[in-house]
């Protein structure tokens, strides 16, 4: 069974910095794409993907948090549990929403997130950004 829990959303003031964690545990598939990916949906917006990283360690960022975000992972020594990071740099009020984590083999693209059809997404942690 895949398990994905976030933690560390909360109220930050416009420029201040947040790291959110996501705790994947069973998630053992080792594909080329297999990866791990913070999403976000902000009011009235689509959902967004804001980074990715596979397995192997390549990366990837949307545009709007290109240069203020990073994404960063740790597992196990026998790899069940990983633990992957977002820090948060330079926030701005636009970064606004519930973040999700998910786990799987391909980039997720739909209006909504989470999505159960495509990998294995956590409940989402709420980030609001103020000025």
């Keep these: 069974v895949v398990q994905v829990v976030e933690s ?3 109220s930050v003031e416009a420029g201040r910095s947040l790291t959110l964690s996501c705790l994947v545990s ?3 598939r080792d594909f080329y ?3 791990y990916a913070w999403y976000r949906q902000g009011p009235g917006a689509e959902c967004e ?4 990283i596979t397995k192997s360690g390549r990366t ?3 545009d709007s948090v290109k240069g203020r975000f990073t994404i960063s992972q740790t597992s196990s ?3 069940v549990k990983t633990t992957i990071y977002l820090e948060m740099n330079e926030m701005k009020n636009d970064d606004t929403g519930t973040y999700y984590c998910k786990a799987g083999d391909s980039q997720y693209v739909g209006e909504t997130c989470p999505n159960s059809d495509f990998g294995y997404w956590g409940t989402g942690t709420q980030v609001t950004v103020s000025s």
């Excluded at 993907?49 to 990715?52: F, G, L, P, R």
């Design 60 to 62: 990837y960022y949307g």
């Design 33 to 35: 794409d297999s990866h």
């Design 49 to 52: 993907i804001v980074a990715d």
């Design 26 to 28: 069973g998630f053992t």
């Design 77 to 79: 020594q026998d790899s």
């Design 8 to 10: 560390g959303g909360g």
